[in-house]
């Protein structure tokens, strides 16, 4: 469901969860064919934006940079010195790359939540979260396993420094710790926070509409509801920003704690 939806439908159906189980967008094959949906286009034009700004930001690189240039390379050094470098150490140079690719692609994914018309970020559905934190998951545990050798790393991460009586009980919650609420808790709480928000912009935005198909005397309070979705609308272009950086901070720090030499 959208924001430019009829006002009466918006009125006689409420937000739900069954708002984000689009229809196929394709003309030919059945409707409830979700192979290529809004969202599945969201994510495409997500990745041909960013290729294409880069690509064009240094076609001709000067040593002045020009305005697009300028932004390109404010934004990867953002990352690399901010995050990359601050969090993991001179190396983390090397993972600069990976770093800026995975916060541009969740901060436009995220930003078409607020979009007019659009009002729906991929990152609600919890599919691609997932992808992005199994991705950052297999990385991690990669970099740790050559940097310091399979065994050594499992030891290492697994099996911390404390009295061998305490083991059988500090390892499993070790296991549990590193290997399974890591890439859950980063899908997840990218996941919920979109979702939720989205939610949020729909339940103010609808709400008026059904207040004021319901009784004129209710249009101050719609109006209201309205201004409501403006401010809320501000707020959740901070939330767009700040997960974006806290998803590719965490992976950051996990890459950090695979390359360290001590628990």
Not at 58 to 82: D, H, I, M
Not at 110 to 129: C, D, E, K, T, Y
Request: with cysteine; hydrophobic share 60%.
């Amino acid at each position: 469901m959208v924001i430019g939806q009829s006002t009466v439908f918006a009125a006689a159906f409420p937000p739900s969860v069954e708002d984000f189980y689009l229809p196929s967008i394709l003309p030919w094959g059945e409707h409830d064919n979700y192979w290529f949906t809004k969202v599945t286009l969201l994510i495409w034009v997500a990745v041909a934006a960013i290729i294409i700004f880069f690509l064009v930001s240094y076609r001709k690189p000067k040593l002045v940079p020009t305005k697009k240039q300028w932004l390109a390379e404010s934004a990867y050094g953002f990352v690399r010195n901010n995050i990359a470098v601050d969090m993991i150490g001179p190396a983390g140079v090397r993972f600069a790359p990976y770093l800026t690719t995975l916060f541009l692609f969740i901060l436009v994914n995220n930003f078409f939540g607020i979009v007019p018309l659009i009002q729906m970020s991929p990152m609600s559905h919890i599919a691609f979260p997932t992808v992005l934190a199994a991705i950052s998951y297999v990385m991690f545990i990669y970099v740790g396993m050559r940097h310091h050798g399979p065994l050594k790393y499992f030891k290492h991460a697994l099996i911390p420094p404390a009295p061998w009586f305490i083991l059988p009980l500090l390892v499993p919650i070790e296991l549990f710790s590193n290997f399974i609420v890591r890439p859950f808790s980063l899908a997840v709480r990218l996941f919920a926070n979109m979702f939720a928000g989205h939610m949020l912009l729909l339940v103010f935005t609808l709400g008026g509409f059904a207040m004021i198909n319901a009784n004129a005397l209710l249009a101050p309070i719609s109006v209201l509801s309205w201004l409501l979705t403006i401010a809320l609308t501000m707020l959740e272009f901070l939330v767009i920003c700040l997960q974006a950086y806290v998803f590719t901070v965490l992976t950051a720090s996990y890459v950090q704690g695979a390359l360290a030499d001590e628990h």
